[in-house]
């Protein structure tokens, strides 16, 4: 009450001192000779209802306050920025969950118009527009109109204000954006080109001030990106791929292309790969040139794989990461019918993480799938003593790989020679075997 009576107190000093002002009863509205008050009675009218308004709204009696405002709305538009503050005070009171649907765009149209006069008379755009889009969405986001106006809005904001502008708006942004493109009101590019727009203004904003509220708003709109956005493998291909080799040189683009194309699987088509490849020549690490050559492999490439692999070797310092890059290799030389350069690859893997069954596995099948090379041994079926040795060791080394050599062992132990004809040849049971070929290694003769 104290300060409502300083505030009257002043008031009536201005009306005082505006009676000595020469000429100060002339009449002129401030919103006609673009003065802040106005001139004359006028001047005297805006001040009186500027104080009187000004005060009812600080104290949350806006019904009172608002013919007092209204005056000042239309007829001295310059004189504070506060006009428009309170004017969206006043009317966003007015809104009910339960207003009529005429009464609320009224409503609405009278709020806009008040952030549109806003900025034509103290600038501040990129603001206010978000301010403008966000109560759009607070009051009309169920319809699809009033959202792609509040996107336009919200849109107008960022581009101004950029990393200056509040985390509200750029929620509210994508927010809009992902419905839009849900409803068939913006295509696949668009709202692409909305999530990245989004995330790299948020990681300016993140750099400058690692806030955990916009980290955590950076998660959430992957998240939404991620859930709710294009999921097609042929839209987001069909949308990347032109712009490939303009934008080829861009290390972040390459990085978010394959970063959209992981999250959905779009791993098959050749563009992922041509991604990739693009990325191990600009920034080679261990882990793309282990992912490029299990690509090239898996693509019957072979030769180019090896080079991956031994890419990745020479890059990782870390000894256990070699040792997949080495059984990489290894699978590369039995895909490629070279057993010998496959054991060599199987065994040095071994030699940096012996307790792993999956290199003794490999060596296994190599020798159980020799019976074409080795035909000419006096014991051709000798090979499957020495790959079951090696599904053996597979077992008693690692348990992960117990149940895939059990079922070769029961597969290949049917193989084995057969004992008259090994008692032939002067083989009896227990003995030790050499089994040549390009195998040469020693084992017991079981049947």
Not at 113 to 122: E, K, T
Not at 323 to 335: H, L, P, S, V
Not at 407 to 421: A, L
Request: aromatic residues 12%; glycine residues 6%.
């Amino acid at each position: 009450m104290r300060m409502r009576k300083l505030h009257l107190s002043v008031y009536r000093f201005l009306l005082l001192a505006l009676m000595f002002i020469p000429g100060a009863l002339s009449a002129q509205k401030g919103v006609e000779d673009g003065s802040k008050y106005g001139h004359g009675e006028d001047s005297v009218r805006c001040i009186r209802a500027l104080t009187i308004s000004h005060e009812f709204a600080k104290d949350r009696e806006y019904e009172t306050a608002l013919p007092h405002w209204k005056i000042i709305f239309d007829e001295c538009p310059l004189a504070t920025k506060n006009i428009y503050i309170d004017g969206v005070k006043i009317y966003k009171d007015k809104i009910r969950d339960d207003s009529p649907e005429e009464e609320l765009n009224r409503l609405m149209d009278t709020l806009m118009l008040i952030y549109d006069r806003r900025i034509q008379y103290f600038g501040e755009k990129g603001n206010v527009r978000g301010r403008q889009g966000i109560d759009l969405l607070r009051y009309g986001r169920d319809k699809i109109e009033i959202v792609e106006k509040a996107y336009g809005y919200l849109k107008e904001s960022l581009e101004l204000d950029k990393h200056n502008t509040r985390d509200a708006v750029v929620a509210s942004f994508f927010s809009s954006s992902i419905v839009l493109f849900n409803s068939d009101r913006l295509d696949v590019g668009a709202v692409i080109d909305d999530y990245i727009f989004v995330s790299d203004l948020l990681d300016a904003m993140i750099e400058n001030d690692p806030d955990p509220e916009l980290v955590k708003l950076r998660h959430s709109t992957d998240e939404n990106f991620d859930q709710q956005g294009p999921t097609s493998c042929e839209e987001l291909i069909n949308y990347f791929e032109p712009q490939f080799e303009e934008k080829k040189s861009d290390g972040k683009y390459l990085e978010l292309v394959v970063e959209m194309l992981e999250s959905r699987d779009c791993k098959e088509d050749g563009f992922y790969y041509a991604i990739l490849t693009e990325m191990g020549k600009q920034k080679p690490t261990p882990q793309l040139a282990e992912r490029l050559g299990i690509m090239s492999a898996e693509k019957g490439n072979y030769e180019l794989a090896i080079t991956y692999f031994e890419n990745a070797i020479e890059m990782d310092s870390i000894e256990d990461n070699k040792a997949d890059y080495t059984f990489g290799i290894a699978k590369c030389y039995k895909a490629m019918n070279n057993r010998p350069n496959a054991r060599i690859y199987a065994r040095k893997a071994l030699s940096i993480r012996p307790a792993w069954g999956e290199p003794y596995l490999l060596i296994g099948e190599l020798y159980a799938e020799s019976q074409d090379v080795c035909n000419s041994l006096s014991l051709p079926n000798s090979i499957y003593w020495v790959a079951v040795d090696m599904f053996e060791k597979a077992r008693s080394v690692d348990p992960t790989a117990e149940e895939r050599a059990r079922n070769y062992i029961s597969n290949y132990s049917r193989f084995y020679p057969d004992e008259d004809k090994a008692f032939f040849v002067g083989v009896n049971k227990g003995d030790t075997y050499n089994v040549g070929c390009w195998i040469n290694e020693n084992t017991k003769a079981r049947f």
